[in-house]
């Protein structure tokens, strides 16, 4: 029986080096790989690729990498909840690839089915277009864009069994469920790991065969983003 749990976050980051280019998934700071995150900061790997929907905020999330000044390269969609991040943008000290959220998603998913290249309308006519192939399809003209190369995937699940199939859940499936399987290695940490066959196969999201390391993370903040009440 195939086996691809790994008992520490520490075990599950082996070989991830300084220089490396890494996937992170999660939308916002929900489904945010937050046991994987906190250990890259403790190992000091630095000079890293990040490619993530977003940049955390300053205090969580990639925000603490940005902290240390462990990323070199931030390739992102939505940046906007990060101080920090803005100051190293427009300092120079960090950079920066903004990309439209479809095509980073598309870039993912590309990659993740060993799709080399695909075209979109998205950012034709913009600074996004710069230097990239252009044809037209059907009267509307396209850009090309390369799949991202990756050597580590970082993903959260929800549940996970240790042939390493996932199941996510709710907003935390955004982005993650794309990157799984579109890096040299995938680790999956999850909330709940669970022996083989006790999971529903017809709720499966990513099968096993995409993820390489799965480990049970020992705890998730889930924190929220922008925490809004209704006035009494």
Not at 32 to 42: D, H, Q
Not at 72 to 79: E, G, H, L, Q, T
Not at 140 to 163: P, Q
Not at 197 to 223: A, T
Request: glycine share 10%.
């Amino acid at each position: 029986m195939i086996n691809k749990k790994v008992n520490t976050v520490q075990k599950a980051l082996e070989g991830v080096q300084d220089g490396m280019t890494i996937m992170l998934g999660g939308f916002g700071l929900s489904g945010i790989p937050e046991n994987s995150i906190a250990e890259l900061v403790t190992k000091g790997t630095t000079n890293l690729t990040c490619i993530s929907n977003n940049a955390g905020v300053d205090d969580f999330g990639l925000g603490l990498l940005l902290q240390k000044r462990q990323i070199k390269k931030m390739i992102s969609s939505y940046v906007g909840e990060n101080a920090e991040f803005e100051r190293q943008m427009l300092s120079g000290e960090l950079d920066v690839e903004l990309t439209p959220q479809g095509t980073l998603a598309e870039k993912c998913r590309a990659a993740q089915a060993g799709i080399p290249a695909f075209f979109t309308p998205a950012g034709y006519g913009t600074e996004v277009a710069e230097g990239k192939e252009v044809r037209e399809f059907n009267g509307k003209m396209h850009i090309m864009e390369l799949a991202y190369k990756a050597d580590f995937a970082i993903v959260k699940a929800w549940k996970g069994d240790e042939a390493g199939n996932l199941i996510f859940k709710g907003t935390a499936r955004n982005f993650n469920a794309c990157m799984a399987g579109a890096a040299k290695i995938t680790i999956a940490e999850v909330e709940e790991l669970l022996p083989v066959g006790v999971l529903d196969p017809n709720q499966i999201h990513i099968p096993g065969i995409m993820v390489q390391r799965i480990f049970q993370g020992e705890k998730f903040e889930k924190r929220i983003e922008q925490r809004t009440v209704r006035k009494k």
